[in-house]
C-alpha cells in the first residue's frame, strides 16, 4: 500500500513532462516558451543563491533570519512576506557586504551548474534559446548571472530591477511582460512554471500552460545550516507572533511578576538574572522542538510538521545553542 501512494505522485510527474514534452515538439513557428525561473529552470530559488554568498555568515545570516524569519510581514502589507521581503534582504546585503557582488557573480556558474533542472533542460533541448522567455520575480542581473556560460545565456529573461521587485510581484507577471513588450499567444505559446499562485495569471492566458513541481527542487533558504536564537521556534515550529506575544509578552512577564513579589532590595539583580535563566530556558526547549519533529518524522505514519521543517532540514541547534 504505501509503495503504491508513494508511486502514484511519481507516475502523475511524468504524465505531466511527458505533456510538456509533445507540446514543446508541436510548438508552430511562431510560439514562444515562457519560462519560469525559480524551481523551474533552476531547481533553487536565485534570490537565496545570491543571499548564500553574503560574508561574512557568521554576522550576516543571523540578520537575514530575523528580516526572514521573524520580522511580520504580512502586518505591513498584503502578502508582504514574498512582496516585500527578497528586496529588503537584497538591500541588506549589498549595504552592510556590497562586496558579496563580485563573490556572487564568479560562484553564479558553478552554482547553476549545480542546481540546473536537467530533466527541463532536456524537454527544451533543440529549441532556439531565442524562443524561451525567462520570466520570474527575481532579481534580473542575479539571473542573468546564473546563466552566464549556459545554454540559455542568451535567452530572452524578463525579470525586474532591484526598485521594480515588490511592484512586479504585486502586478503579475502578464503585466511584466507586457512593460517588455511581449504579448502573450494564447494558441500558441507554452508556459511552463511550478507555482500556480505566482503565474496564475500567466497559466491563464495560454492554452498550452504546464504546472510542474519538480521533485529535485531545493526549497532550502540562505545560510540554513547557520544558527540563531529562537529561530526555530519562531520560523519552523511555530510563529513570530507566537514567539512575541506568547513568550515575551505573556510568559516571561508573569515569571518576573511572581518573583518581582518575593524581594526587596536586590530585586533587579534577581530580575535580570531571571530573564537570562528564562531566555536559556526556552533556547534549550527548542532543542526540544526540534527533536520531536525528527524523530515524527523517522518514525510516526503520519506526522505533524510544518512546511518550513522541509525547508529547513539543514538547520541544526546544537552546539551552538548550549553555547
Not at 560562484?107 to 532556439?128: F, H, K, M, Q, T
Not at 525579470?159 to 502573450?184: D, E, F, H, T
Not at 531566555?279 to 512546511?307: C, F, H, M, W
Not at 518550513?308 to 546544537?318: D, G, T, V
Request: aromatic letters at 10%; glycine letters at 6%.
Amino acid at each position: 500500500m504505501d509503495t503504491l501512494k508513494a508511486a502514484a505522485p511519481l507516475e502523475e510527474e511524468c504524465d505531466l513532462q511527458a505533456g510538456l514534452m509533445r507540446d514543446v515538439a508541436h510548438l508552430g513557428p511562431d510560439g514562444r516558451i515562457y519560462v519560469d525561473f525559480d524551481h523551474s529552470l533552476f531547481l533553487w530559488n536565485s534570490t537565496e543563491a545570491f543571499l548564500n554568498e553574503a560574508r561574512p555568515a557568521g554576522i550576516l545570516a543571523p540578520l537575514l533570519k530575523v528580516v526572514s524569519g521573524l520580522v511580520p510581514w504580512n502586518r505591513l502589507s498584503r502578502n508582504g512576506y514574498f512582496v516585500w521581503r527578497d528586496t529588503v534582504r537584497i538591500l541588506m546585503v549589498l549595504l552592510f557586504a556590497p562586496w558579496t557582488i563580485g563573490q556572487f557573480r564568479k560562484a553564479a556558474p558553478s552554482i547553476y551548474a549545480r542546481e540546473r533542472n536537467v530533466e527541463l533542460e532536456a524537454i527544451l533541448d533543440g529549441i532556439d534559446p531565442h524562443r524561451i522567455v525567462i520570466v520570474s520575480f527575481g532579481l534580473h542581473w542575479i539571473i542573468r548571472s546564473l546563466l552566464s556560460g549556459s545554454r540559455f545565456e542568451h535567452a530572452v529573461i524578463v525579470a525586474p530591477n532591484l526598485a521594480r521587485m515588490a511592484a512586479a510581484r504585486r502586478k503579475g507577471k502578464i503585466a511584466l511582460l507586457a512593460r517588455a513588450g511581449y504579448s502573450v499567444n494564447p494558441d500558441a505559446d507554452i508556459v511552463v512554471t511550478d507555482s500556480a499562485k505566482d503565474d496564475a495569471d500567466l497559466l491563464a492566458a495560454v492554452r498550452q500552460g504546464h504546472l510542474i513541481e519538480w521533485p529535485a527542487a531545493n526549497s532550502s533558504p540562505a545560510h540554513a545550516s547557520v544558527y540563531f536564537p529562537f529561530f526555530y521556534t519562531a520560523r519552523i515550529k511555530r510563529t513570530p507572533d507566537f514567539l512575541v506575544k506568547q513568550v515575551f509578552l505573556e510568559e516571561l512577564p508573569v515569571v518576573l511578576i511572581m518573583f518581582a513579589s518575593l524581594h526587596g532590595a536586590s530585586i533587579v539583580p534577581t530580575l535580570l538574572c531571571l530573564g537570562l535563566l528564562f531566555v536559556s530556558y526556552t533556547l534549550v526547549y527548542e532543542i526540544g522542538y526540534a527533536e520531536n519533529d525528527r524523530v515524527g518524522e523517522a518514525q510516526e505514519a503520519d506526522p505533524r510538521l510544518s512546511k518550513a521543517f522541509f525547508a529547513f532540514r539543514s538547520y541544526r541547534l546544537e552546539p551552538d545553542v548550549w553555547i
